[in-house]
């Protein structure tokens, strides 16, 4: 697991996803492995994790040398579940958990512009190897497109100006690097003293949503789950951002094939946001099929 990395509400995961020995788990989001390390020690000998990491950087760096035969590794996105259970001839599971935020390794490591220091060419992506990227989000879509994607994913309330002062900074040179993007934001929403989370903050998240279409995806896991878990099976999703947490209570809400478990988020205590600011704004849901 890297050394910066903390994950977010582990113990009330953990109890929440009460896990049994002989269990099969779904890790979708794997990264550092930060909660399927807790997951394993409660499964027992006989249990299964099976660990998608949608990133082929982080999974190299955090799967490549795992050893344990309990754990199948996929580089993939949870997105497919259906057809990565299929592949491993397994009908059913008994939990998933999905963690929806970046690992620390993207802002403090990557060279993919999640960052807002970052002088790396603009990009967001969690699979580099195809799709739209940040920089031609920035560079090519029309101001309204972009706008909308700011207010949509974002819930950035000054959309409309950020996305007209992009498109006029790109008639004069293209927005090139992460740095280049986040200092146009300052100026508009100016960033003080006594401001903890940078202006660009929902501008930088909203780009990265429509980019990796995060979700999309979750939809379509939550969907997936009603075949793929066993009878009394558990879906537990920590979400970051207001429209992932919508989708996960609505979902829960629409679908009477589920016992809600959470029936408020769990959020983390004061003392995990003062060791682990980016905790900040994790919400914990989860469901039992009936």
Known sequence: MSKNHEPVLLKETIEILDLQQ??????????????????????????????????????????????DKRVTKICGNFANISEILSSLKIKKVDKVFLDLG????????????????????????????GGINAYEVVNTLSEKKIADILYLYGDERKSRKIARMIVAKRKQSKIGCAYELASLVERILPRFKRDKIHPATKTFQAIRIFVNDELENLKTLLDKSKEILHTRGIVAVISFHSGEDRIVKQFFKQNEEFEILTKKPVIPSRQEIDKNARSRSAKLRAARRK
């Open 22 to 67: 002989g269990n099969i788990v779904v890790d979708g989001t794997y990264g550092f492995g930060g909660h399927s390390r807790e997951i394993l020690k409660r499964i027992g000998d006989s249990g299964k994790l099976i660990a998608i990491e949608r990133d082929r950087e982080i999974f190299d760096k955090a799967l490549g040398d795992l050893r």
């Open 102 to 129: 970046l690992s620390s390794y993207h802002f403090d490591s990557s060279q993919r512009g999640f960052s807002f220091e970052s002088r790396a060419r603009l990009d967001m992506r969690l699979n580099p190897e």
